[in-house]
């Protein structure tokens, strides 16, 4: 989060950034607090929104970038992730 930059605007750019996707960033849909790993954070925020254009692409810190169905995804690598998608 840069100087200035409210939580909804770090949502909009870590989104775009990640998939392409501009999305409209409504409200607070849950916080998570705690470190699951020694290079996560100690506070997740995350909000509902609708994707309003972009397209889906792999930001630069993954290979690819795909949708799946909730039943067919992997196991995820953080407690917080499983526990939004349920």
């Known amino acids: 989060m840069a100087a200035f930059e409210t939580p909804e605007k770090v949502a909009q750019r870590d ?3 990640e998939t392409g996707f501009i999305p409209e960033v409504d409200q ?3 916080m998570f607090f705690g470190r699951e790993h020694k290079h996560d954070s ?4 995350v909000f509902d929104a609708q994707i309003t254009s972009g397209e889906l692409c792999a930001g630069d810190d993954v290979d690819c970038a795909e949708f799946f169905l909730l ?3 992997q196991p995820l690598a953080f ?3 499983d526990n939004i998608l349920q």
């Open 15 to 17: 989104c775009f950034e």
């Open 28 to 30: 607070l849909h849950e």
């Open 42 to 45: 100690d506070i997740l925020l």
């Open 71 to 73: 039943d067919s995804l």
């Open 79 to 81: 407690h917080s992730t």
